[in-house]
C-alpha cells in the first residue's frame, strides 16, 4: 500500500498577504505603502536605468524584451526600471515582494519583464507573483466591499484607481473579477500596425474577457470575436479626452447557437493604451 504523505501547514498566499498587511499596519490604511511592507521585510529598494546599469549577463537573457524589476535575495535588494509610472512601479514592487514571501520562490535572483508581469503570462511563478501584487496593491477584500457598493462603471474605475494607486486596467479588470453582480470587462487591443495606419483606421478587437463568477454561469465566458464600433473609438480618442467619459450603448451578442442574440449594456472606455468595454444584462445589475 502507498503510504499517505503529509506536509506542513501550507500557507495560502492570500494568508501570506493578510499576515503582511495586517503585520505592517494596512487594516486601517486606504492605500497600499510598499516601503513599509518593503522595511518589515528588510528589502532594500533601488530605482535606476536596467538597460544601462544592469550586469552584461542579465542584460543577454533579456533579448527583445523589456526588464521592469528585480530581486536579488542575496543581497535583499528589489530594484525597478526608472521608465516606469508610479502606478507600474508600485505593482512590480509588490511583485517582487510576491517573489520573497511565496515560499517556493526561494531563488537567487529573479529579474522580471514587461511579458512575465503582464496580466495572462503563461510562466507560473510570474504569475503567482502577479496575484500576490495585486492582492497587497487592492488590500486584500477591501476592494471587494469598495467596488460591490458602486456601480460597474468607468467612473468607478477611476475613483478606485486613484484610491488605491492602481492603474485603470488593472482596476478594471479587478471589478469585473470580484463583482458579485453579472458582468464582464472586455480588452480590445489594436491589432494593425500604427506605423502603416493613421489612428482613425486602427482596429480594435478582443484580446481578453474577465467575466464576473455569475456572469459566466449566466451567459458566457468570453467573447470569440468582435471589435470597437469605428464612430465609438472616434468618439473615445478625442483629445483630452478623460477615462471617466465613456460611451454607452447596446450590443447584441449571440452566445448560443440555438438563441437569439441577447442585448446587452455596453459602456466602452479608454486608456490610452487599450478599449475596454463593461457589458452587461439588459434591464440592470
Ligand atoms: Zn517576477
Known amino acids: 500500500m502507498t503510504a499517505f504523505v503529509a ?3 501550507h500557507l495560502e498566499s492570500q494568508e501570506l498577504v ?3 498587511l495586517r503585520e505592517t499596519g494596512h487594516l486601517h490604511r486606504g492605500q497600499v505603502n510598499p516601503k513599509d511592507l518593503l522595511d518589515y521585510l528588510k528589502l532594500k529598494y ?3 536605468d536596467f538597460m544601462t546599469e544592469l ?3 542579465a542584460k543577454e537573457t533579456f533579448v527583445g524584451t523589456t526588464p521592469r524589476a528585480m530581486i536579488s535575495f542575496h543581497d535583499r535588494l528589489v530594484a525597478t526600471d526608472v521608465s516606469l509610472n508610479p502606478a507600474r512601479t508600485t505593482f512590480s514592487v509588490l511583485h517582487e515582494v510576491g517573489h520573497y514571501i511565496l515560499p517556493h520562490h526561494q531563488n537567487t535572483l529573479y529579474v522580471c519583464d514587461r511579458k512575465g508581469m503582464s496580466f495572462g503570462t503563461h510562466l507560473l511563478f510570474e504569475r503567482e507573483a502577479n496575484e500576490v501584487a495585486a492582492d497587497l496593491l487592492f488590500l ?3 476592494f471587494d466591499l469598495e467596488s460591490n ?13 486613484c484610491q488605491f494607486g492602481a492603474s485603470f486596467e488593472a482596476t478594471a479588470r479587478r471589478i469585473a473579477e470580484r463583482s458579485y453582480r453579472d458582468c464582464m470587462l472586455v480588452c480590445f487591443s489594436n ?3 500604427a506605423i502603416i495606419d493613421a489612428p482613425q483606421n486602427l482596429q480594435w478587437n478582443v484580446h481578453y474577457c474577465i467575466p464576473s463568477a455569475s456572469f459566466a454561469n449566466r451567459f458566457f465566458q468570453k467573447l470569440n470575436s468582435g471589435s470597437v464600433p469605428e464612430n465609438v473609438f472616434a468618439a473615445l480618442s478625442e483629445e483630452g479626452r478623460d477615462i471617466e ?3 454607452r450603448g447596446e450590443l447584441p451578442i449571440v452566445y448560443h447557437a440555438d438563441l437569439q442574440p441577447r442585448r446587452f449594456n455596453a459602456e466602452f472606455f479608454y486608456n490610452r493604451y487599450n478599449v475596454f468595454c463593461f457589458l452587461t444584462p439588459t434591464g440592470g445589475v
Open 149 to 161: 457598493s458602486r456601480p460597474v462603471s468607468a467612473g468607478t474605475v477611476r475613483t478606485l484607481a
Open 191 to 193: 491589432t494593425s500596425s
Open 140 to 142: 486584500g477584500d477591501r
Open 18 to 20: 493578510k499576515y503582511l
Open 55 to 57: 550586469p552584461k549577463e
Open 7 to 9: 506536509s506542513f501547514l
Open 46 to 48: 533601488l530605482r535606476f
Open 245 to 247: 467619459r465613456s460611451e
